[in-house]
């Protein structure tokens, strides 16, 4: 996600600099955009902090190998922290008590001022208040989370003030499940994220303007899998030959019949991923698909292939480029960013 393109404007004083390299990193409703898409379309054209959405993609308990992949490679000059909720549900053998919640943010704060990355704060928004365990974890890590900006300067996008200042207006800021943020909620997350950027001036939108994303690959065909077929190999893969048995699919796909009866269709996350080019409702419940799609390329480059979804594998001219681990990364657009050599002329994926 990056900022619209234009002549720079000045940024406010004290505010995030034009030129600025934002990583967002945190809980799942941070991997779902929905907030990183409303604080940069309320930046506006002539504002280029360019924007990247790392997810859940690091984990708080990171690895090395880890930060380089989802943070380092960006070259972030700031990161916003967006841990707390999700972790705070979580109970039995993957419980975070608020000490280990502690250790493992001034971890990834301290590994981040290695760098030189600039750090802002964001408190977690409240959880259902039938979660009264969890809500009692959250408000010892929000505690932390204040303590640790002011104590290192830290700017603090104070989301959990905004949420109760908003729910006592009466806005509905948790979906049905009280999981996670309602559209609403997310714009009050995002007002929160904008002030600590010293851009809390700027209006956060109502809608999200969506569209395809550049680059997309838009034509493909495709063909069920049984669920007991084995993955595919490589002479499998050559084996592939497309032909009228196999299903047409062009990106991005039409609206579906949900978000057709919404009357503001970009506050469902499932209408927004469609219109942007992700294909959703391929597989029949038992099996998986394989799909194609050629590439004419006048000159070989170097390209870089974003998966999202439940994509398993990605193959390239015949060789397996991509293969997804057992650890959840997160569903968005984006989650993988696969390094890929396409050569002149025609090119398979």
Not at 66 to 80: L, W
Not at 140 to 148: C, H, P, S, T, V
Not at 195 to 216: E, F, I, S, T
Request: proline share 9%.
């Amino acid at each position: 996600v990056s900022g619209d393109k234009g002549a720079t404007a000045p940024a406010p004083p004290g505010s995030i600099p034009a030129d600025a390299r934002v990583v967002f990193l945190g809980d799942d409703a941070v991997a779902r955009e929905t907030g990183v898409l409303l604080v940069s379309e309320a930046l506006g054209p002539g504002e280029k902090p360019r924007l990247f959405n790392a997810g859940i993609a690091l984990p708080l308990r990171f690895q090395e190998a880890e930060y380089q992949k989802d943070v380092a490679r960006f070259r972030p000059t700031h990161a916003v922290l967006v841990f707390g909720p999700e972790i705070a549900r979580n109970a039995g053998q993957f419980l975070t008590p608020p000490d280990q919640f502690r250790a493992a943010v001034t971890r990834l704060a301290d590994r981040l001022a290695a760098d030189g990355v600039a750090v802002v704060v964001a408190t977690g928004y409240p959880l259902d208040p039938a979660d009264r365990d969890g809500q009692r974890r959250l408000d010892e890590y929000n505690r932390f989370l204040r303590a640790l900006a002011r104590d290192r300067g830290y700017p603090l996008a104070d989301v959990e003030a905004a949420f109760r200042e908003a729910a006592a207006r009466g806005v509905t800021v948790l979906v049905p499940n009280g999981r996670e943020p309602s559209f609403a909620g997310h714009r009050e997350v995002a007002r929160a994220v904008l002030a600590a950027l010293g851009r809390g001036d700027r209006a956060v939108p109502k809608a999200l303007r969506v569209a395809p994303l550049p680059g997309l690959v838009r034509d493909w065909r495709l063909k069920p899998l049984p669920a007991a077929a084995v993955p595919l190999d490589a002479a499998a893969v050559a084996a592939l030959r497309p032909d009228d048995t196999w299903a047409p699919l062009t990106l991005p796909q039409p609206p579906d019949q949900f978000a057709r009866r919404q009357a503001e269709p970009t506050h469902s996350v499932t209408y927004r991923d469609r219109a942007r080019g992700m294909a959703t409702g391929l597989a029949p419940p038992d099996g998986r698909v394989v799909a194609v799609a050629t590439l004419a390329e006048p000159q070989a480059r170097e390209a870089v292939l974003n998966t999202g979804g439940m994509a398993r594998a990605v193959w390239v001219n015949g060789e397996r480029v991509f293969a997804r681990s057992g650890t959840w990364r997160g569903y968005y657009l984006g989650v993988e960013r696969v390094p890929a050599s396409l050569r002149r002329g025609e090119n398979v994926i």
